[in-house]
């Protein structure tokens, strides 16, 4: 989950009116991206033809090929009794047919309401959930042993295919300090790592931190401490992971692949000050790349300053293939299939 400033910490009584400016300011224009350039001297941008055609509210065509949302926070979409149904229909019509739905709340006493979506969300013209659970960095205060022990209920629960988002986060005043975080993040990787499960990482460049925060925290660097603890207390177990709404560099980027990770491109891949994450997208092998909206924070161009949801998964997928010189339904197909190799008994059990 990508936050904005804490004035306008989302809450699901606020969720309308979120505006997020993390990574560049307010541009409404729609972005090409040339893949004929080397990653290193980073893909041009220009206005493309394709997505320039799209209405704000349109959506690219997949024709056959579906996609999957591998990170949105569904349980965030109370602002009226059917707001959540509607927003599961839209994601169907644009062609979602899975959504991971990812289970940390505002606190970790909901970390049950995504697995509990899971289970109760069926029927026609719905996409399949899958659920996570997890403690969020900024909620690292709260993993007590009754947090961590209900977390290990949940993730045992079939549905429940991922632990996360978990990770550290030194963009904000007030989140924890720096070793309440990493007690967090390690304990939970042990849970991930004793039950068999990837790990979903949430990690902020401190780059991108307040100034007040910088402060607080001093040289510490988000980014490389979670690679580092990543590197001690889970790599050892073989597992995968996801860091999801990736927003590092290249080198960043060849670092979490040599962890085995799969890197996550959410809507802040279309921004226009986001060159650092085009580079990446550019650079990552095909097998190891997903698509998400982290929604509702983080929409993408054109609707960015929206709420976002699992619809507008398709404009990230757009303009990531667009990046990659291939076509929107191959890359549909490619991020399908690494989700399902990620997550095997998506593949049983999915209608993706």
Known sequence: MERGSRRQQPTKKNL????????????????????????????????????????????????????????????????????????????????VRTILAIGIGENPFQMHLALDLAKSVTGDHLPQLFASAGIHPEQAHNANPEALAELTRLARQPLCIAVGEIGLDYYHLDNPEIPIQQHAFIQQMKIAADLRKPIIIHCRTSELATPKAKEKYGPADAAADTYNLIEQHFRPSGLPGIMHCFSGSVDDARRALDLGFYISFAGNLTYPKAQSIRDAAAFAPRDRIL??????????????????????????????????????????????????????????????
């Open 16 to 95: 309308q009116v979120f505006y997020f400016e993390d990574f560049a300011a307010k541009d409404e224009e729609i972005w090409d991206f040339s893949p004929k350039l080397k990653p290193k001297s980073g893909p041009k941008l220009r206005l493309s033809k394709t997505l320039r055609k799209l209405a704000p509210g349109g959506l690219p065509p997949t024709e056959t090929s579906m996609l999957i949302d591998s990170h949105a926070h569904l349980d965030f979409y109370t602002t009226h009794p059917t707001d959540r149904d509607e927003v599961l229909r839209r994601a169907w019509d644009a062609g």
């Open 291 to 352: 698509v998400e909206t982290d929604a509702p924070f983080l929409a993408p161009i054109p609707l960015r300053g929206q709420r976002n949801e699992p619809a507008f998964v398709a404009h990230t997928a757009a303009a990531l293939a667009e990046l990659r010189g291939i076509s929107m339904e191959e890359l549909a197909d490619l991020t399908t299939e690494n989700f399902h190799h990620l997550f095997p008994s998506t593949r049983e059990n999915g209608r993706a």
